[in-house]
């Protein structure tokens, strides 16, 4: 009996772990990609600046699939 709820435990938490690198990859690409359009255009979001090379005409989700799961990138 006790084996079934340490079975039942190992499940969750590699659940809960798959779950934690899926969306730590999200929010770590999604950063990096906003970063990168901020150096293309050589401003901040939002930021009005004599040196801005361009503009940010917003995003699109695409999905990225990863073993951990599908991961929705802002790109």
Request: glycine residues 6%; negative net charge.
């Amino acid at each position: 009996m006790s084996d079934n709820i340490i079975q039942l435990n190992e499940d969750l938490i590699k659940n809960n772990l798959k779950d934690l690198v899926r969306n730590s990859v999200e929010e770590t690409l999604n950063a990096l990609l906003d970063h990168e359009a901020d150096e293309l255009v050589n401003a901040d979001k939002y930021e009005r600046s004599g040196d801005r090379k361009g503009y940010r005409s917003g995003h699109y989700e695409r999905n990225f699939s990863t073993t951990s799961g599908d991961v929705t990138l802002k790109v």
